[in-house]
């Protein structure tokens, strides 16, 4: 029995889960980041060693996206203005881990569902519900990028203000919070780029698996 409300729930979570999984790239690989200590020369411009940077590093994001940790920077020094913009970024952090979770346990519930005959799911436009969370998560990287390519400062300033109402503990001075000496504008660009780069290709896999037909094994007795 095909059912609408399901298929469109399903649109929902994969459209989320998609989101949330590209916007951890930047947060779970560490790697991304080490990569960008000697590209970006921080060892020379900041005066830190690489293990000085890389130390700071691990224990921010161990703050950030482990429980229980306390706030730390390393042997960088942090002011209480700081560590707060940390803690409003841990809340969302968390945002978007527990809607990865919840929109893996629906979309993966629903395909079992699915899978075992409980439901069917409806092809609106004859297309398979992937087909428009592809599109929706296409569009989206696709005009946030646009916007951003053309004054990244000014997308930057303006993700804060949206995100942070009424804040300004993200303006870090480099001499009080020297963890931004290490955190350059370009690192956060390429972030950016990394979790629109991988919303377009899980879109474009999606798109593909939405208009691909399923192969049917034709019965000799049915051919004519």
């Known amino acids: 029995m095909k059912n609408k409300i399901l298929t469109i729930l399903f649109i929902i979570s994969l459209t989320f889960l998609a989101i949330t999984v590209s916007i951890g790239l930047p947060i779970y690989f560490r790697f991304f980041y080490y990569l960008h200590i000697n590209a970006l020369d921080l060892p020379n411009s900041t005066g830190y060693d690489y293990q000085t940077i890389k130390c700071a590093f691990d224990e921010m994001m161990n703050y950030l996206t482990l429980p229980g940790v306390p706030f730390s920077t390393g042997d960088l020094a942090f002011s209480p203005s700081g560590a707060s913009h940390f803690a409003?970024?841990?809340?969302?952090?968390?945002?978007?881990?527990?809607?990865?979770?919840?929109?893996?346990?629906?979309?993966?519930?629903?395909?079992?569902?699915?899978?075992k005959k409980v439901f069917s799911f409806y092809k609106f436009f004859n297309k398979k519900p992937c087909f428009f969370s592809g599109i929706i998560n296409l569009v989206l990287p696709l005009t946030i990028g646009a916007v951003a390519s053309?004054?990244?400062?000014?997308?930057?300033?303006?993700?804060?203000?949206i995100f942070f109402p009424g804040k300004d503990n993200w303006q870090f001075s480099p001499y009080k919070d020297e963890i931004i000496k290490v955190l350059p504008q370009e690192f956060f660009m390429n972030s950016a780029i990394l979790i629109g780069a991988g919303l377009v290709i899980i879109s474009i896999i999606f798109i593909i698996l939405g208009v691909k037909k399923n192969r049917k094994t034709k019965n000799p007795i049915d051919k004519t």
């Open 88 to 115: 409003d970024c841990k809340k969302l952090f968390n945002l978007n881990l527990i809607v990865l979770i919840i929109s893996f346990v629906i979309t993966l519930t629903l395909i079992i569902l699915e899978r």
């Open 150 to 161: 053309i004054n990244f400062n000014k997308a930057f300033t303006i993700f804060h203000k």
